[in-house]
């Protein structure tokens, strides 16, 4: 497994694509979005808004899934300080719980959770947490809640975990097979990231560079996409 913080993703040089943002909200039916925010650090307006290509091949990804069952995004853009705010607190989370390890694998335990903010995609438009919602509303058995740690599920929110119930692998497999059909490609350690353009992306689909940088939140202010009808 790679990991966020590999030599290899940090050698990934960013072409810096200027395509615009698309708000999640408005695409289709079958994207349903967790308006409550009530399991996100992040308070930005634009936390359901990507980048035209990830909300084009998410819509494109929607349409695999069987009838009845939707996608669910939990989060999407995320601002760069609140990147590394989450980053930090992880970090002084572990270092106060994790005393038996050295300093250099608490990082690497941090970053299994919460990507570097110099990595990061989800401040670039690339990245989605995702998971799935039935047409009543109700969200699938993933196996372990969206955001919980490895570390507190002996390491069940890991895509391929095999210690959770038949039920949560057959959901994990209808989300993975969807998304991966589409180009997006998974952060093992956490069965809800996806994404599309960014530097780890670029690695394991053997791309020369990632196609996003970070943004600021008035940069998107002034790029949004004109999806109007996409439903």
Sequence with gaps: MILINDIEVIQIPVRNSKEPFCNLKEINGRIKVDSSMSQIASKSEYFCYVRETIAIKLLEAALLLPEGINFYIKEAYRPLQQQIDSFNSVLEYNRKNLKELTEHEIYLETCKYVAPPE??????????DITLISDKGIESDMGTKFNETPGETDNATYLHAENIPKEARENRFILSRALSRMGF????PEWWHW???????ALLKNKEAAKYGVVDENWIKH???GNTGWK
């Design 185 to 188: 490609v998974n952060y093992e």
């Design 195 to 201: 994404s599309i353009g960014d530097r780890y992306w």
């Design 223 to 225: 790029n949004i996409c």
């Design 119 to 128: 990595l990061a995609p989800h401040p670039t438009g690339a990245a989605i």
